[in-house]
């Protein structure tokens, strides 16, 4: 959808249903696990026109690797596709001993931050409020 | 005036909040989302999961200090007038009274229509604060019980001549001559600069201590979180014990050499704290600087840190 287009935006989450929807990795993102326990994604990358062109001439990457720590290697692996974002920051609130508060606003900022960068997909569970789908959307 | 029945649920687990010397239990799963202004007048907002739940508002009574009744009238004929054209007339009621805030002038009232909400609106003498916090609740629970328990455990003026301040599960005092000057609520760290004339008193708190101290020191962590406060002090750094938890202690003078013009000031001491606490898996901190050399200040803040 393009960006200008306003109109066709679906409508923002509620907290509630930001908290109770469901984030599942991208299937084409490879992870291993490094020496020190920590996680590296390693993700294809489609070059663009002129780094096709150019990749006759240099060599370009076709994947690129991402090494998370160790608290987002944890986060990781939790987004399995069945626990929620509210299960997540139970999971790590308890285990790092963080307020809940603490734990949510920084696994939020982390999941969007993997979702922009299309390595998870969020899935937003039907509500009362869910915002209908657009058309083409 | 009658009391307000009923209890809060005993099961429900509570945590302090405390800001600007104004302090009460809320349910634990309620957290700040606002908090803005100062000692004098002020909000505090706090949310649950779906909704606001709490509004907390402080301002300076001024010079002729209304009685609370009176002050009460005037928020209700303010709030009535923001109700849109046509809206249902609210139902207020009034005239009631919080047992513990015996002593205090005050009074409690319930509003229905637009909103709903449990109140109590207090004059606090010595502040000469106005105090007004207000619990909503739905259409399903009126959530008398939690009310009940926040307007009991209010606590608006200064304890022994210290301030209580709890927010994120970082409960401590501080003298009430302090003010808080700067305060940073980020994920993992929080931290306080208070302030009394020229002094200065920093205490801050950062979860995920045993990820902090992996590569670093707890000397280290210190020096590099006051790094700013600490510069052109010549300190001296030594392990120590602390409630048991492994510690240091820091202290020092401003350098001459650093700070040449300093000459012409009072001597400046700095003296730090900071412990790890690996059951709450937290490190906390406090540095002061002061005049005075020995200040016992330091510690006493640390004495009242709740740590695990």
């Not at chain 1, 084409?28 to 920590?38: F, I, L, N």
Request: contains cysteine; positive net charge.
């Amino acid at each position: 959808m393009p960006r200008w287009a306003v109109w066709r935006r679906p409508k923002p989450l509620s907290r509630e249903q930001s908290l109770a929807s469901v984030p599942l990795r991208n299937q084409a993102v490879e992870a291993e696990r490094t020496d020190d326990g920590s996680i590296r994604l390693v993700v294809p990358v489609r070059p663009k026109w002129w780094a096709r062109w150019l990749s006759h001439l240099v060599y370009v990457p076709k994947t690129r690797r991402i090494v998370l720590d160790e608290i987002g290697s944890y986060v990781w692996g939790l987004c399995d596709g069945q626990r929620s974002v509210r299960d997540i920051i139970g999971a790590l609130s308890a285990r790092y001993k963080l307020h809940r508060k603490e734990a949510e606003v920084s696994v939020v900022a982390y999941l969007r931050q993997l979702a922009g960068r299309g390595l998870i997909g969020i899935a937003v569970l039907p509500g009362r409020d869910t915002p209908a789908p657009t058309r083409g959307s | 005036m009658a009391p307000i029945e009923s209890v809060a649920n005993e099961r429900e687990r509570w945590a302090r909040l405390g800001w600007h010397g104004i302090a009460c239990d809320v349910p634990e799963d309620w957290c700040p989302g606002s908090l803005e202004g100062d000692y004098a007048s002020g909000y505090l907002r706090v949310e649950d999961e779906t909704s606001v739940r709490l509004e907390l508002r402080w301002e300076s009574a001024g010079r002729s200090v209304l009685p609370a009744s009176a002050l009460v009238d005037n928020f209700l004929k303010q709030t009535r007038k923001k109700l849109p054209r046509g809206a249902p007339e609210p139902a207020v009621d009034r005239g009631r009274a919080v047992k513990e805030l015996a002593g205090l002038d005050h009074e409690a009232f319930t509003w229905r229509g637009g909103f709903n909400a449990h109140s109590v609106l207090l004059v606090e003498p010595d502040s000469r604060r106005v105090v007004h916090v207000r619990v909503f609740f739905g259409e399903a629970d009126d959530a008398k019980g939690q009310a009940r328990r926040i307007f009991g455990s209010l606590a608006v003026a200064p304890r022994g001549g210290m301030l209580e301040w709890a927010v994120f599960g970082l409960r401590f005092q501080m003298p009430e001559r302090w003010r808080l000057e700067q305060s940073a609520l980020q994920t993992g760290r929080l931290q306080f600069r208070f302030r009394s004339g020229s002094d200065e008193l920093e205490v801050a708190r950062q979860s995920l201590a045993e990820v902090t101290l992996r590569n670093a020191t707890l000397d280290a962590w210190f020096q590099g979180l006051f790094a700013k406060s600490l510069r052109g002090f010549r300190t001296a750094s030594r392990a120590a014990e602390y409630r048991g938890h492994p510690a240091m202690r820091c202290g020092g003078v401003l350098s001459l050499r650093a700070r040449p013009l300093a000459v012409f000031r009072r001597r400046r001491i700095a003296t730090g704290l900071a412990w790890h606490c690996p059951e709450a898996d937290k490190v906390f901190a406090i540095r002061c600087d002061t005049e005075t050399a020995d200040d016992p200040l330091a510690d006493r803040v640390a004495d009242s840190i709740v740590c695990h």
